[in-house]
Structure formats: structure tokens, C-alpha cells
T-cell receptor
């Protein structure tokens, strides 16, 4: 298995632009998670899905952030409009659930100028 | 609420043993995990322990679990410079979900 795949790996954009991050989870995993990691706040859970349905989005910072999972093999995290404080590394992870481990993608390093 | 605490930094010499500690609050956790994050990379699952176990050994890694004190530790024997990374412990939020509660991570520095 190729593991969790994220794209792009790096993204540089200007304030006010829309940013879309993509994730392909491990096949057969029922749970998908989006995290954000910064030096100041560490690793934060933004939202997670079970069987393509959003379960808990309480970590989404504000309405500028949205996430979708149209099918079991694809999810997006969108920021519109982006701001410099959104600069961070965004990780996607998937899990078989039932207390099983999460497997992380390599992350997308986002820089908003 | 659920909380996982780790010390932020540990420095050891190459060849020594490293012990990274973690405390957690949810006594109903079914699994506890250790992840490793190298610079510029994602979190990599290192090892895990089931809550009814006291110890698990996997090559140079030894995980000790003290359920009474809610204390988890990761011992790395013969620490190498390649072990320099951030180590996160995590507990299951609930066996009914895939959600994990992560500690803030311990930066391990290995000096040659």
C-alpha cells in the first residue's frame, strides 16, 4: 500500500487566495483526520470523518476553513480566503477505527504571504 | 477532559539509553501509541501497547505502562543520531472512534 497520499507537498500563496489541500487515505480505512501543526500550537485536530461523514469539526478554526469527503478515497481541506496565520503544516491521517492506530501522510507545508 | 502530558526536551549521548515519559488521564484508553516525527516528515507509528499489558519490547524499543499511575514510557536502547526526532505519545479517545489524543511531543537530541 502506498500509505496516505497528500498533495501538494508545498504551497505558497498570497493572502486572500483560495487554497485546496488534498488527501487520499489508505484503502479500507474508515476514518480520515485533518491536523494542523505549528510551532506555537503544536498538533491540532481540525476535523475527522467516519465513512465519509464529518463527525467532529470543532477544531476547525473559523468559517474560512471547510473540508469535504465526497468518497472513501478522497478528501479536501479548503481555506478561503487564506491569511498569513494559516501558514502551517497540514497533515491528513487515516485509521481503520476501533481504537486502531492512525497513519499519517507526509503533510502539506503551506505558506501564506 | 482527556489530556496527555510529555516533557518537551531530552538530550542524550550516542550509545546511551533514552527514556521518554508520558502521562495520560483517560483510564479507559484501550491502546497507547508512540509516534516519531523526523524533520520535515509526517508522524510515523513506532509502536503501541494494549492497555492490559505492562510491557512491550520491539528490538531497541521498550514500552512500559503503569496503569495505576497512568504513566507510559518509551525506552530506546543504544540511542543513535538517527533517533533524533520528536516523539509523541497518544491515547485512544474511545474505542468507538478512531480519534486519538496526542501529547505535545518530546524533542530528543542525540549528541555524538
Amino acid at each position: 500500500d502506498a500509505g496516505v497520499i497528500q498533495s501538494p507537498r508545498h504551497e505558497v500563496t498570497e493572502m486572500g487566495q483560495e487554497v485546496t489541500l488534498r488527501c487520499k487515505p489508505i484503502s479500507g480505512h474508515d476514518y480520515l483526520f485533518w491536523y494542523r501543526q505549528t510551532m506555537m500550537r503544536g498538533l491540532e485536530l481540525l476535523i475527522y470523518f467516519n465513512n465519509n461523514v464529518p463527525i467532529d469539526d470543532s477544531g476547525m478554526p473559523e468559517d474560512r476553513f471547510s473540508a469535504k469527503m465526497p468518497n472513501a478515497s478522497f478528501s479536501t481541506l479548503k481555506i478561503q480566503p487564506s491569511e498569513p496565520r494559516d501558514s502551517a503544516v497540514y497533515f491528513c491521517a487515516s485509521s481503520p477505527g476501533g481504537g486502531g492506530a492512525q497513519y499519517f501522510g507526509p503533510g502539506t507545508r503551506l505558506l501564506v504571504l | 477532559g482527556e489530556d496527555v502530558e510529555q516533557s518537551l526536551f531530552l538530550s542524550v549521548r550516542e550509545g546511551d539509553s533514552s527514556v521518554i515519559n508520558c502521562t495520560y488521564t483517560d483510564s479507559s484508553s484501550t491502546y497507547l501509541y508512540w509516534y516519531k516525527q523526523e524533520p520535515g516528515a509526517g508522524l510515523q507509528l513506532l509502536t503501541y501497547i494494549f492497555s492490559n499489558m505492562d510491557m512491550k519490547q520491539d528490538q531497541r524499543l521498550t514500552v512500559l505502562l503503569n496503569k495505576k499511575d497512568k504513566h507510559l514510557s518509551l525506552r530506546i536502547a543504544d540511542t543513535q543520531t538517527g533517533d533524533s526526532a520528536i516523539y509523541f505519545c497518544a491515547e485512544t479517545f474511545s474505542s468507538n472512534t478512531g480519534k486519538l489524543i496526542f501529547g505535545q511531543g518530546t524533542t530528543l537530541q542525540v549528541k555524538p
